[in-house]
């Protein structure tokens, strides 16, 4: 079969298979002129002193012509066959070459700004470093995503929009989390996790590789302090909420004390926030868990946590989260008490300094003092709080302080 | 806190310097008596003497060059240039004398000049230009240029602190047009640049003058899009972490200087972003500069060439489309 | 002879007259080398001697080292010309700052710079004086109050003109010198430093080292009017001085010093010499006319200084053998210093600490401890 002239012939050369190769024998042809070749689909075997190889196709397209026979040695670089590639090629075809389907049509405009060319590979559209990086982290698909950039390129917010959008995609989530959950109760039976035979779940996965490098990075300490929560009982029975919207106010409280602890230590570049993005660690069953942010925490009261601790969680178990949503948190706050654990080491959520554990409250016996100044024995519920943080960052003496500030801030609740 | 012009500001600076170094001097033509083409050392004569406000003779590579002498034995001269574009004629010295001192022999020229500079008044080919990326392209000479009244207080007293030359780059246009909140006393406002409004969508990188012009630019007509403006305040050192900050953020990036385009601070800015910021880009580049040509004198042929709110404005509308 | 009239003074054949005009306004330098003797003590002449001779035995290893390939770049000196620097630079007292042309290496030596410093200098070593960042003579030792030249010539009679006016604001008694070639006073730096100079009255000494050539360009291509003529435009005193007369040159410039202190302004001292060497060791100055280089070298400077202290009595072989000595030990000392670290190339372009100003220099002339000097 002949190549009609708007062909394009490609050659197909004996490769170099190492620096000291000068020649190459033909052991054997995959095609005959006419047929039917994908780029990088073997379309002959090759024999050299070194080495024998299959030499890959370097094009789509029809062979042309077959110019070195089998069994013949010919020098390196020498052309061995041809391949039409283009309109022209005779064959039918399987599918499009790739960036050679026409694409829409581009108006010229008067911008000073370029216009995208066709000349991409990618579904014949050229995508900014930005998106396509954001693609390769999450694994998208450029061709499926719409544009509404300029004829129809993709944009960076189309990218994100994408992502978000991908009900179906597991969301590659960039968390760190606090501590390995032991599930007692089962989540509300997501789909089932994704098994690879039999190994951990991507999910999983990355909990794992997140912790690990969080305790490869920090210097991570954990101190602990007792608290007597009686008045957040009386609080919280009162307005009908659980402890850990008091304790996230009063960590609040005590972080405008103590700054240092909102904050990032990324390398040698420690960053302080001014708002308090809080994450707040949520189960997810056997799928692992997530740390939603509920952002500008400090702007909200203990029933304003309340509720929106309980919209994050909730939407976190129902896979509603979107990218925003676990994003930018400076502080974090673990929950397992809620199990009845007394005490625990969390890792810190990378890149904060801190996270804050709050375990069960559990009446004990514990020694009281009244305002005369005798002693005596008392039932009083009490929790202990764990602050792992990062030595990098901060030291003892303050982190002490913040749990002092914490324990102040709830034993004064009214 | 008073509320003052850009122009008090500079002349709060040098009031509150010579008030609180002896080795502070002020040196330009017609600075003392008359108070300085722009009033900007107004009245110091009466407080500070003809000795520590000097009227120089018309001698700009004088007034360069004898300030290195003054400096390299104690003293912490303030040079004006009248306008920045006799700069040109004591050019050789601050480049070839100050700029390198440090480096060859280890001694240090602690001076500042002021480059009164820019246009939009009709100054012409002379009395209109941004000559800052001359001295960007010189080692050894730090340039600052700021555009609210406080940075320009807190940066001139930064420069005449500095042990190094210091290029300070004072916005004529802005003088009395630009005016704010203002600390009292001697602070010193860092070298790196400042958000001058956060976004996330795109950022307009400018300094001095068109600072206010890309603020006016985006406050609407764009659809709500949130655009940041980086101030630079400072070209050297450049806030290389600030722009590429900027850059990771918004994606897509418009550039705005008033001086010519070829190899200005807007091409450095440019240059950073191409080499460190590649991988967040979501669009080209775009630069809004004045085209490679004399400032003319007409308003309409000058209108014609400077930056404005209008080409910053439609730069960002179509990057921002793109 | 009579030092320091202008009929004795022997000038190049290119040299412009000065005319009748010029005579009457220049002011011979009223002293010369008969006066000077009043000033010197014997160890003062020998050690104007001795700057000298390390001068330019200096030079002469220098270019040595230079044929071996041992210093890059290129290589000036002011072979025939020591007289001018020695002279002036011995004038000067501790707290004085000097702006060194390339032709003056015994002002560095005056004010204490070490010979192996000095070749280090040269060879590009780390133990120069610039560390290798700069080359040849283009270096100033800052805690020897000293500011090392840039090339655009007359650039540094600004910066020495600045060092006096901040001397003359905050009234202290000191003074400022620099000097400049013949070249350097077409330029327009000349006449802002000498017009600032003369409108503030600064305590500054300008020596214009007078050697006939800037490069190939003789004097009668560079001035209508000899440039001394000039010094009585600006407001203030020129004189002419045989710039090969080491006791002449001092004596000029030790005037020129007690006219600063005493708050009469400027000198401009115009030290009449003859460039001995090419602009460079590239350069074989075939444009000089043969003769003319063989009417100055019977007025080579070191033979004048070495016939006047032979006549009192000095052992001048004894000095030449000592001072050879120095050299070869400079040398040595040099050669086995290291070159600079390649990492520190970017370093220093700015300064992150405190200015430090200029520091004194060393002032060797027995005058300063009579004196007190202008300590």
């Known amino acids: 079969?002949?190549?009609?002239?708007?062909?394009?012939?490609?050659?197909?050369?004996?490769?170099?298979?190492?620096?000291?190769?000068?020649?190459?024998?033909?052991?054997?042809?995959?095609?005959?002129?006419?047929?039917?070749?994908?780029?990088?689909?073997?379309?002959?075997?090759?024999?050299?002193?070194?080495?024998?190889?299959?030499?890959?196709?370097?094009?789509?397209?029809?062979?042309?012509?077959?110019?070195?026979?089998?069994?013949?040695?010919?020098?390196?670089?020498?052309?061995?066959?041809?391949?039409?590639?283009?309109?022209?090629?005779?064959?039918?075809?399987?599918?499009?070459?790739?960036?050679?389907?026409?694409?829409?049509?581009?108006?010229?405009?008067?911008?000073?700004?370029?216009?995208?060319?066709?000349?991409?590979?990618?579904?014949?559209?050229?995508?900014?470093?930005?998106?396509?990086?954001?693609?390769?982290?999450?694994?998208?698909?450029?061709?499926?995503?719409?544009?509404?950039?300029?004829?129809?390129?993709?944009?960076?917010?189309?990218?994100?929009?994408?992502?978000?959008?991908?009900?179906?995609?597991?969301?590659?989530?960039?968390?760190?989390?606090?501590?390995?959950?032991?599930?007692?109760?089962?989540?509300?039976?997501?789909?089932?996790?994704?098994?690879?035979?039999?190994?951990?779940?991507?999910?999983?996965?990355?909990?794992?590789?997140?912790?690990?490098?969080?305790?490869?990075?920090?210097?991570?300490?954990?101190?602990?302090?007792?608290?007597?929560?009686?008045?957040?009982?009386?609080?919280?029975?009162?307005?009908?909420?659980?402890?850990?919207?008091?304790?996230?106010?009063?960590?609040?409280?005590?972080?405008?004390?103590?700054?240092?602890?909102?904050?990032?230590?990324?390398?040698?570049?420690?960053?302080?926030?001014?708002?308090?993005?809080?994450?707040?660690?949520?189960?997810?069953?056997?799928?692992?868990?997530?740390?939603?942010?509920?952002?500008?925490?400090?702007?909200?009261?203990?029933?304003?946590?309340?509720?929106?601790?309980?919209?994050?969680?909730?939407?976190?178990?129902?896979?509603?989260?979107?990218?925003?949503?676990?994003?930018?948190?400076?502080?974090?706050?673990t929950n397992p008490g809620q199990y009845g654990s007394i005490m625990a080491t969390p890792i810190i959520n990378q890149p904060q300094v801190a996270i804050l554990d709050l375990e069960a409250v559990i009446k004990r016996a514990v020694v009281v003092t009244d305002a005369a100044g005798n002693d005596s024995i008392a039932i009083r519920p009490m929790t202990i709080l764990g602050l792992s943080w990062d030595h990098r960052a901060l030291d003892g003496a303050l982190s002490a302080q913040f749990l002092a500030t914490i324990k102040r801030n709830l034993e004064s609740v009214s | 806190m008073p509320t003052l012009t850009y122009l008090q500001a500079i002349s709060s600076a040098l009031r509150d310097e010579l008030r609180a170094d002896d080795r502070v001097l002020l040196m330009g033509e017609d600075i003392g008596v008359f108070g300085g083409a722009f009033k900007v050392t107004d009245g110091f004569v009466d407080e500070f003497g003809t000795d520590r406000v000097m009227d120089t003779p018309l001698a700009e590579s004088g007034i360069i060059g004898t300030a290195i002498g003054a400096a390299v034995v104690g003293m912490r001269p303030v040079c004006e240039m009248q306008f920045s574009d006799f700069i040109s004629c004591g050019f050789d010295q601050l480049v070839n004398v100050a700029g390198k001192m440090h480096y060859r022999q280890g001694l240090a020229v602690p001076i500042t000049v002021r480059l009164p500079s820019g246009g939009g008044f009709s100054g012409g080919p002379f009395h209109s230009q941004n000559p800052e990326a001359w001295f960007m392209h010189s080692p050894g000479i730090k340039v600052v240029a700021p555009s609210t009244a406080?940075?320009?207080?807190?940066?001139?007293?930064?420069?005449?602190?500095?042990?190094?030359?210091?290029?300070?780059?004072?916005?004529?246009?802005?003088?009395?047009?630009?005016?704010?909140?203002?600390?009292?006393?001697?602070?010193?406002?860092?070298?790196?640049?400042?958000?001058?409004?956060?976004?996330?969508?795109?950022?307009?990188?400018?300094?001095?003058?068109?600072?206010?012009?890309?603020?006016?630019?985006?406050?609407?007509?764009?659809?709500?899009?949130?655009?940041?403006?980086?101030?630079?305040?400072?070209?050297?050192?450049?806030?290389?972490?600030?722009?590429?900050?900027?850059?990771?953020?918004?994606?897509?990036?418009?550039?705005?200087?008033?001086?010519?385009?070829?190899c200005a601070a807007g091409a450095q800015v440019a240059a950073l972003i191409a080499e460190k910021g590649f991988e967040s880009l979501d669009g080209p580049v775009i630069r809004v500069a004045t085209p490679d040509v004399p400032i003319p004198f007409s308003p309409p042929l000058e209108q014609a060439v400077l930056p404005g709110v209008d080409r910053v404005r439609e730069a960002c509308r179509e990057l921002l489309a793109y | 002879m009579t030092p320091g009239s202008d009929a004795e003074i022997p000038i190049g054949p290119r040299r412009k007259g000065i005319g009748e005009m010029a005579t009457h306004m220049a002011e011979p330098a009223a002293g010369g080398a008969d006066t000077a003797v009043e000033h010197l003590t014997v160890e003062d002449r020998i050690w104007l001697l001795r700057a000298m001779l390390l001068m330019r035995g200096l030079e002469e290893r220098a270019m040595s080292l230079y044929r071996q390939g041992r210093v890059p770049g290129s290589f000036y000196d002011g072979y025939g010309q020591e007289a001018v620097s020695a002279g002036a630079a011995f004038a000067m007292g501790p707290e004085d700052r000097l702006c060194i042309l390339h032709r003056d290496l015994a002002a560095h030596l005056i004010r204490g710079v070490t010979p192996s410093r000095i070749l280090s200098q040269y060879m590009g070593r780390a133990a120069g004086i610039t560390q290798g960042r700069d080359g040849n003579v283009h270096f100033g030792d800052r805690k020897l109050g000293c500011v090392g030249m840039v090339s655009m010539l007359p650039d540094m009679m600004l910066v020495a003109t600045g060092m006096a006016m901040a001397f003359k604001l905050r009234g202290e008694k000191r003074c400022a010198m620099t000097w400049f070639g013949d070249g350097s006073t077409s330029r327009g730096d000349f006449h802002e430093a000498m017009n600032w100079a003369g409108v503030q009255k600064l305590p500054v000494v300008f020596v214009l080292e007078n050697n006939q050539y800037a490069y190939s360009t003789p004097v009668d291509k560079q001035y209508a009017v000899d440039p001394v003529e000039r010094a009585a435009a600006y407001g203030f005193v020129g004189v002419t001085v045989d710039g090969n007369d080491v006791e002449a040159m001092f004596e000029a410039t030790r005037e020129a010093r007690e006219r600063a202190l005493s708050g009469d302004g400027p000198t401009l001292i115009e030290a009449v010499t003859m460039r001995m060497h090419g602009h460079a060791a590239h350069d074989d100055m075939k444009y000089v006319p043969k003769e003319q280089v063989e009417e100055w070298r019977k007025r080579d400077p070191i033979e004048r200084q070495e016939a006047r202290l032979r006549e009192i009595g000095v052992d001048i072989d004894a000095l030449r053998a000592s001072i050879k000595a120095e050299i070869d030990a400079a040398a040595e000392e040099a050669l086995a210093g290291p070159m600079p670290d390649p990492a520190t190339a970017v370093d220093g372009v700015f300064c992150e600490g405190e200015a430090e100003p200029l520091g004194d220099g060393q002032a060797p002339w027995s005058g300063f401890s009579s004196t007190g000097g202008d300590a």
């Open chain 2, 150 to 262: 406080e940075d320009a207080k807190g940066l001139l007293h930064a420069a005449i602190r500095d042990p190094n030359p210091v290029c300070y780059m004072e916005h004529k246009h802005l003088y009395r047009r630009v005016k704010g909140d203002v600390p009292s006393g001697v602070f010193e406002t860092p070298f790196t640049a400042r958000v001058a409004q956060p976004g996330s969508d795109l950022v307009v990188i400018a300094y001095g003058a068109m600072v206010p012009v890309a603020l006016e630019a985006v406050s609407d007509g764009l659809d709500g899009a949130s655009v940041e403006v980086l101030d630079l305040r400072s070209l050297v050192p450049l806030d290389e972490e600030a722009i590429l900050d900027s850059v990771e953020r918004c994606s897509k990036v418009v550039i705005v200087d008033e001086a010519n385009a070829t």
């Open chain 1, 1 to 333: 079969m002949s190549s009609s002239p708007t062909d394009v012939l490609v050659d197909v050369t004996m490769p170099q298979m190492g620096v000291s190769v000068a020649e190459g024998t033909v052991v054997a042809w995959r095609v005959e002129p006419g047929d039917r070749i994908e780029a990088e689909a073997t379309i002959v075997e090759i024999s050299t002193d070194k080495i024998d190889t299959e030499v890959p196709s370097p094009a789509s397209g029809v062979v042309a012509e077959i110019i070195v026979p089998v069994g013949e040695t010919v020098d390196v670089g020498t052309v061995m066959a041809r391949i039409a590639v283009g309109d022209g090629a005779g064959a039918p075809r399987a599918q499009p070459l790739d960036g050679d389907t026409a694409g829409p049509p581009i108006t010229e405009t008067k911008s000073s700004i370029p216009t995208p060319t066709p000349a991409a590979r990618n579904g014949n559209r050229r995508y900014s470093p930005v998106v396509q990086r954001i693609a390769a982290e999450h694994g998208i698909d450029l061709s499926q995503v719409p544009g509404t950039g300029r004829d129809g390129r993709v944009r960076k917010q189309d990218v994100l929009a994408f992502v978000e959008a991908s009900p179906t995609e597991e969301p590659p989530l960039h968390i760190e989390s606090p501590y390995r959950p032991e599930p007692v109760t089962p989540a509300p039976a997501p789909a089932s996790p994704e098994i690879d035979g039999g190994g951990l779940s991507r999910m999983r996965r990355q909990i794992g590789e997140h912790m690990k490098r969080s305790l490869d990075t920090a210097a991570t300490c954990t101190t602990w302090i007792e608290v007597d929560m009686s008045r957040v009982e009386a609080a919280r029975a009162r307005l009908g909420v659980t402890a850990l919207a008091f304790v996230a106010r009063a960590s609040i409280d005590a972080i405008r004390e103590h700054p240092a602890l909102n904050a990032w230590l990324e390398g040698e570049k420690y960053t302080r926030h001014s708002d308090v993005n809080l994450g707040i660690a949520v189960s997810l069953g056997d799928d692992g868990l997530i740390v939603p942010v509920i952002p500008r925490a400090h702007e909200l009261s203990v029933e304003g946590l309340a509720a929106r601790v309980k919209d994050i969680a909730r939407r976190a178990r129902s896979r509603e989260l979107t990218p925003d949503d676990v994003r930018g948190g400076t502080f974090t706050i």
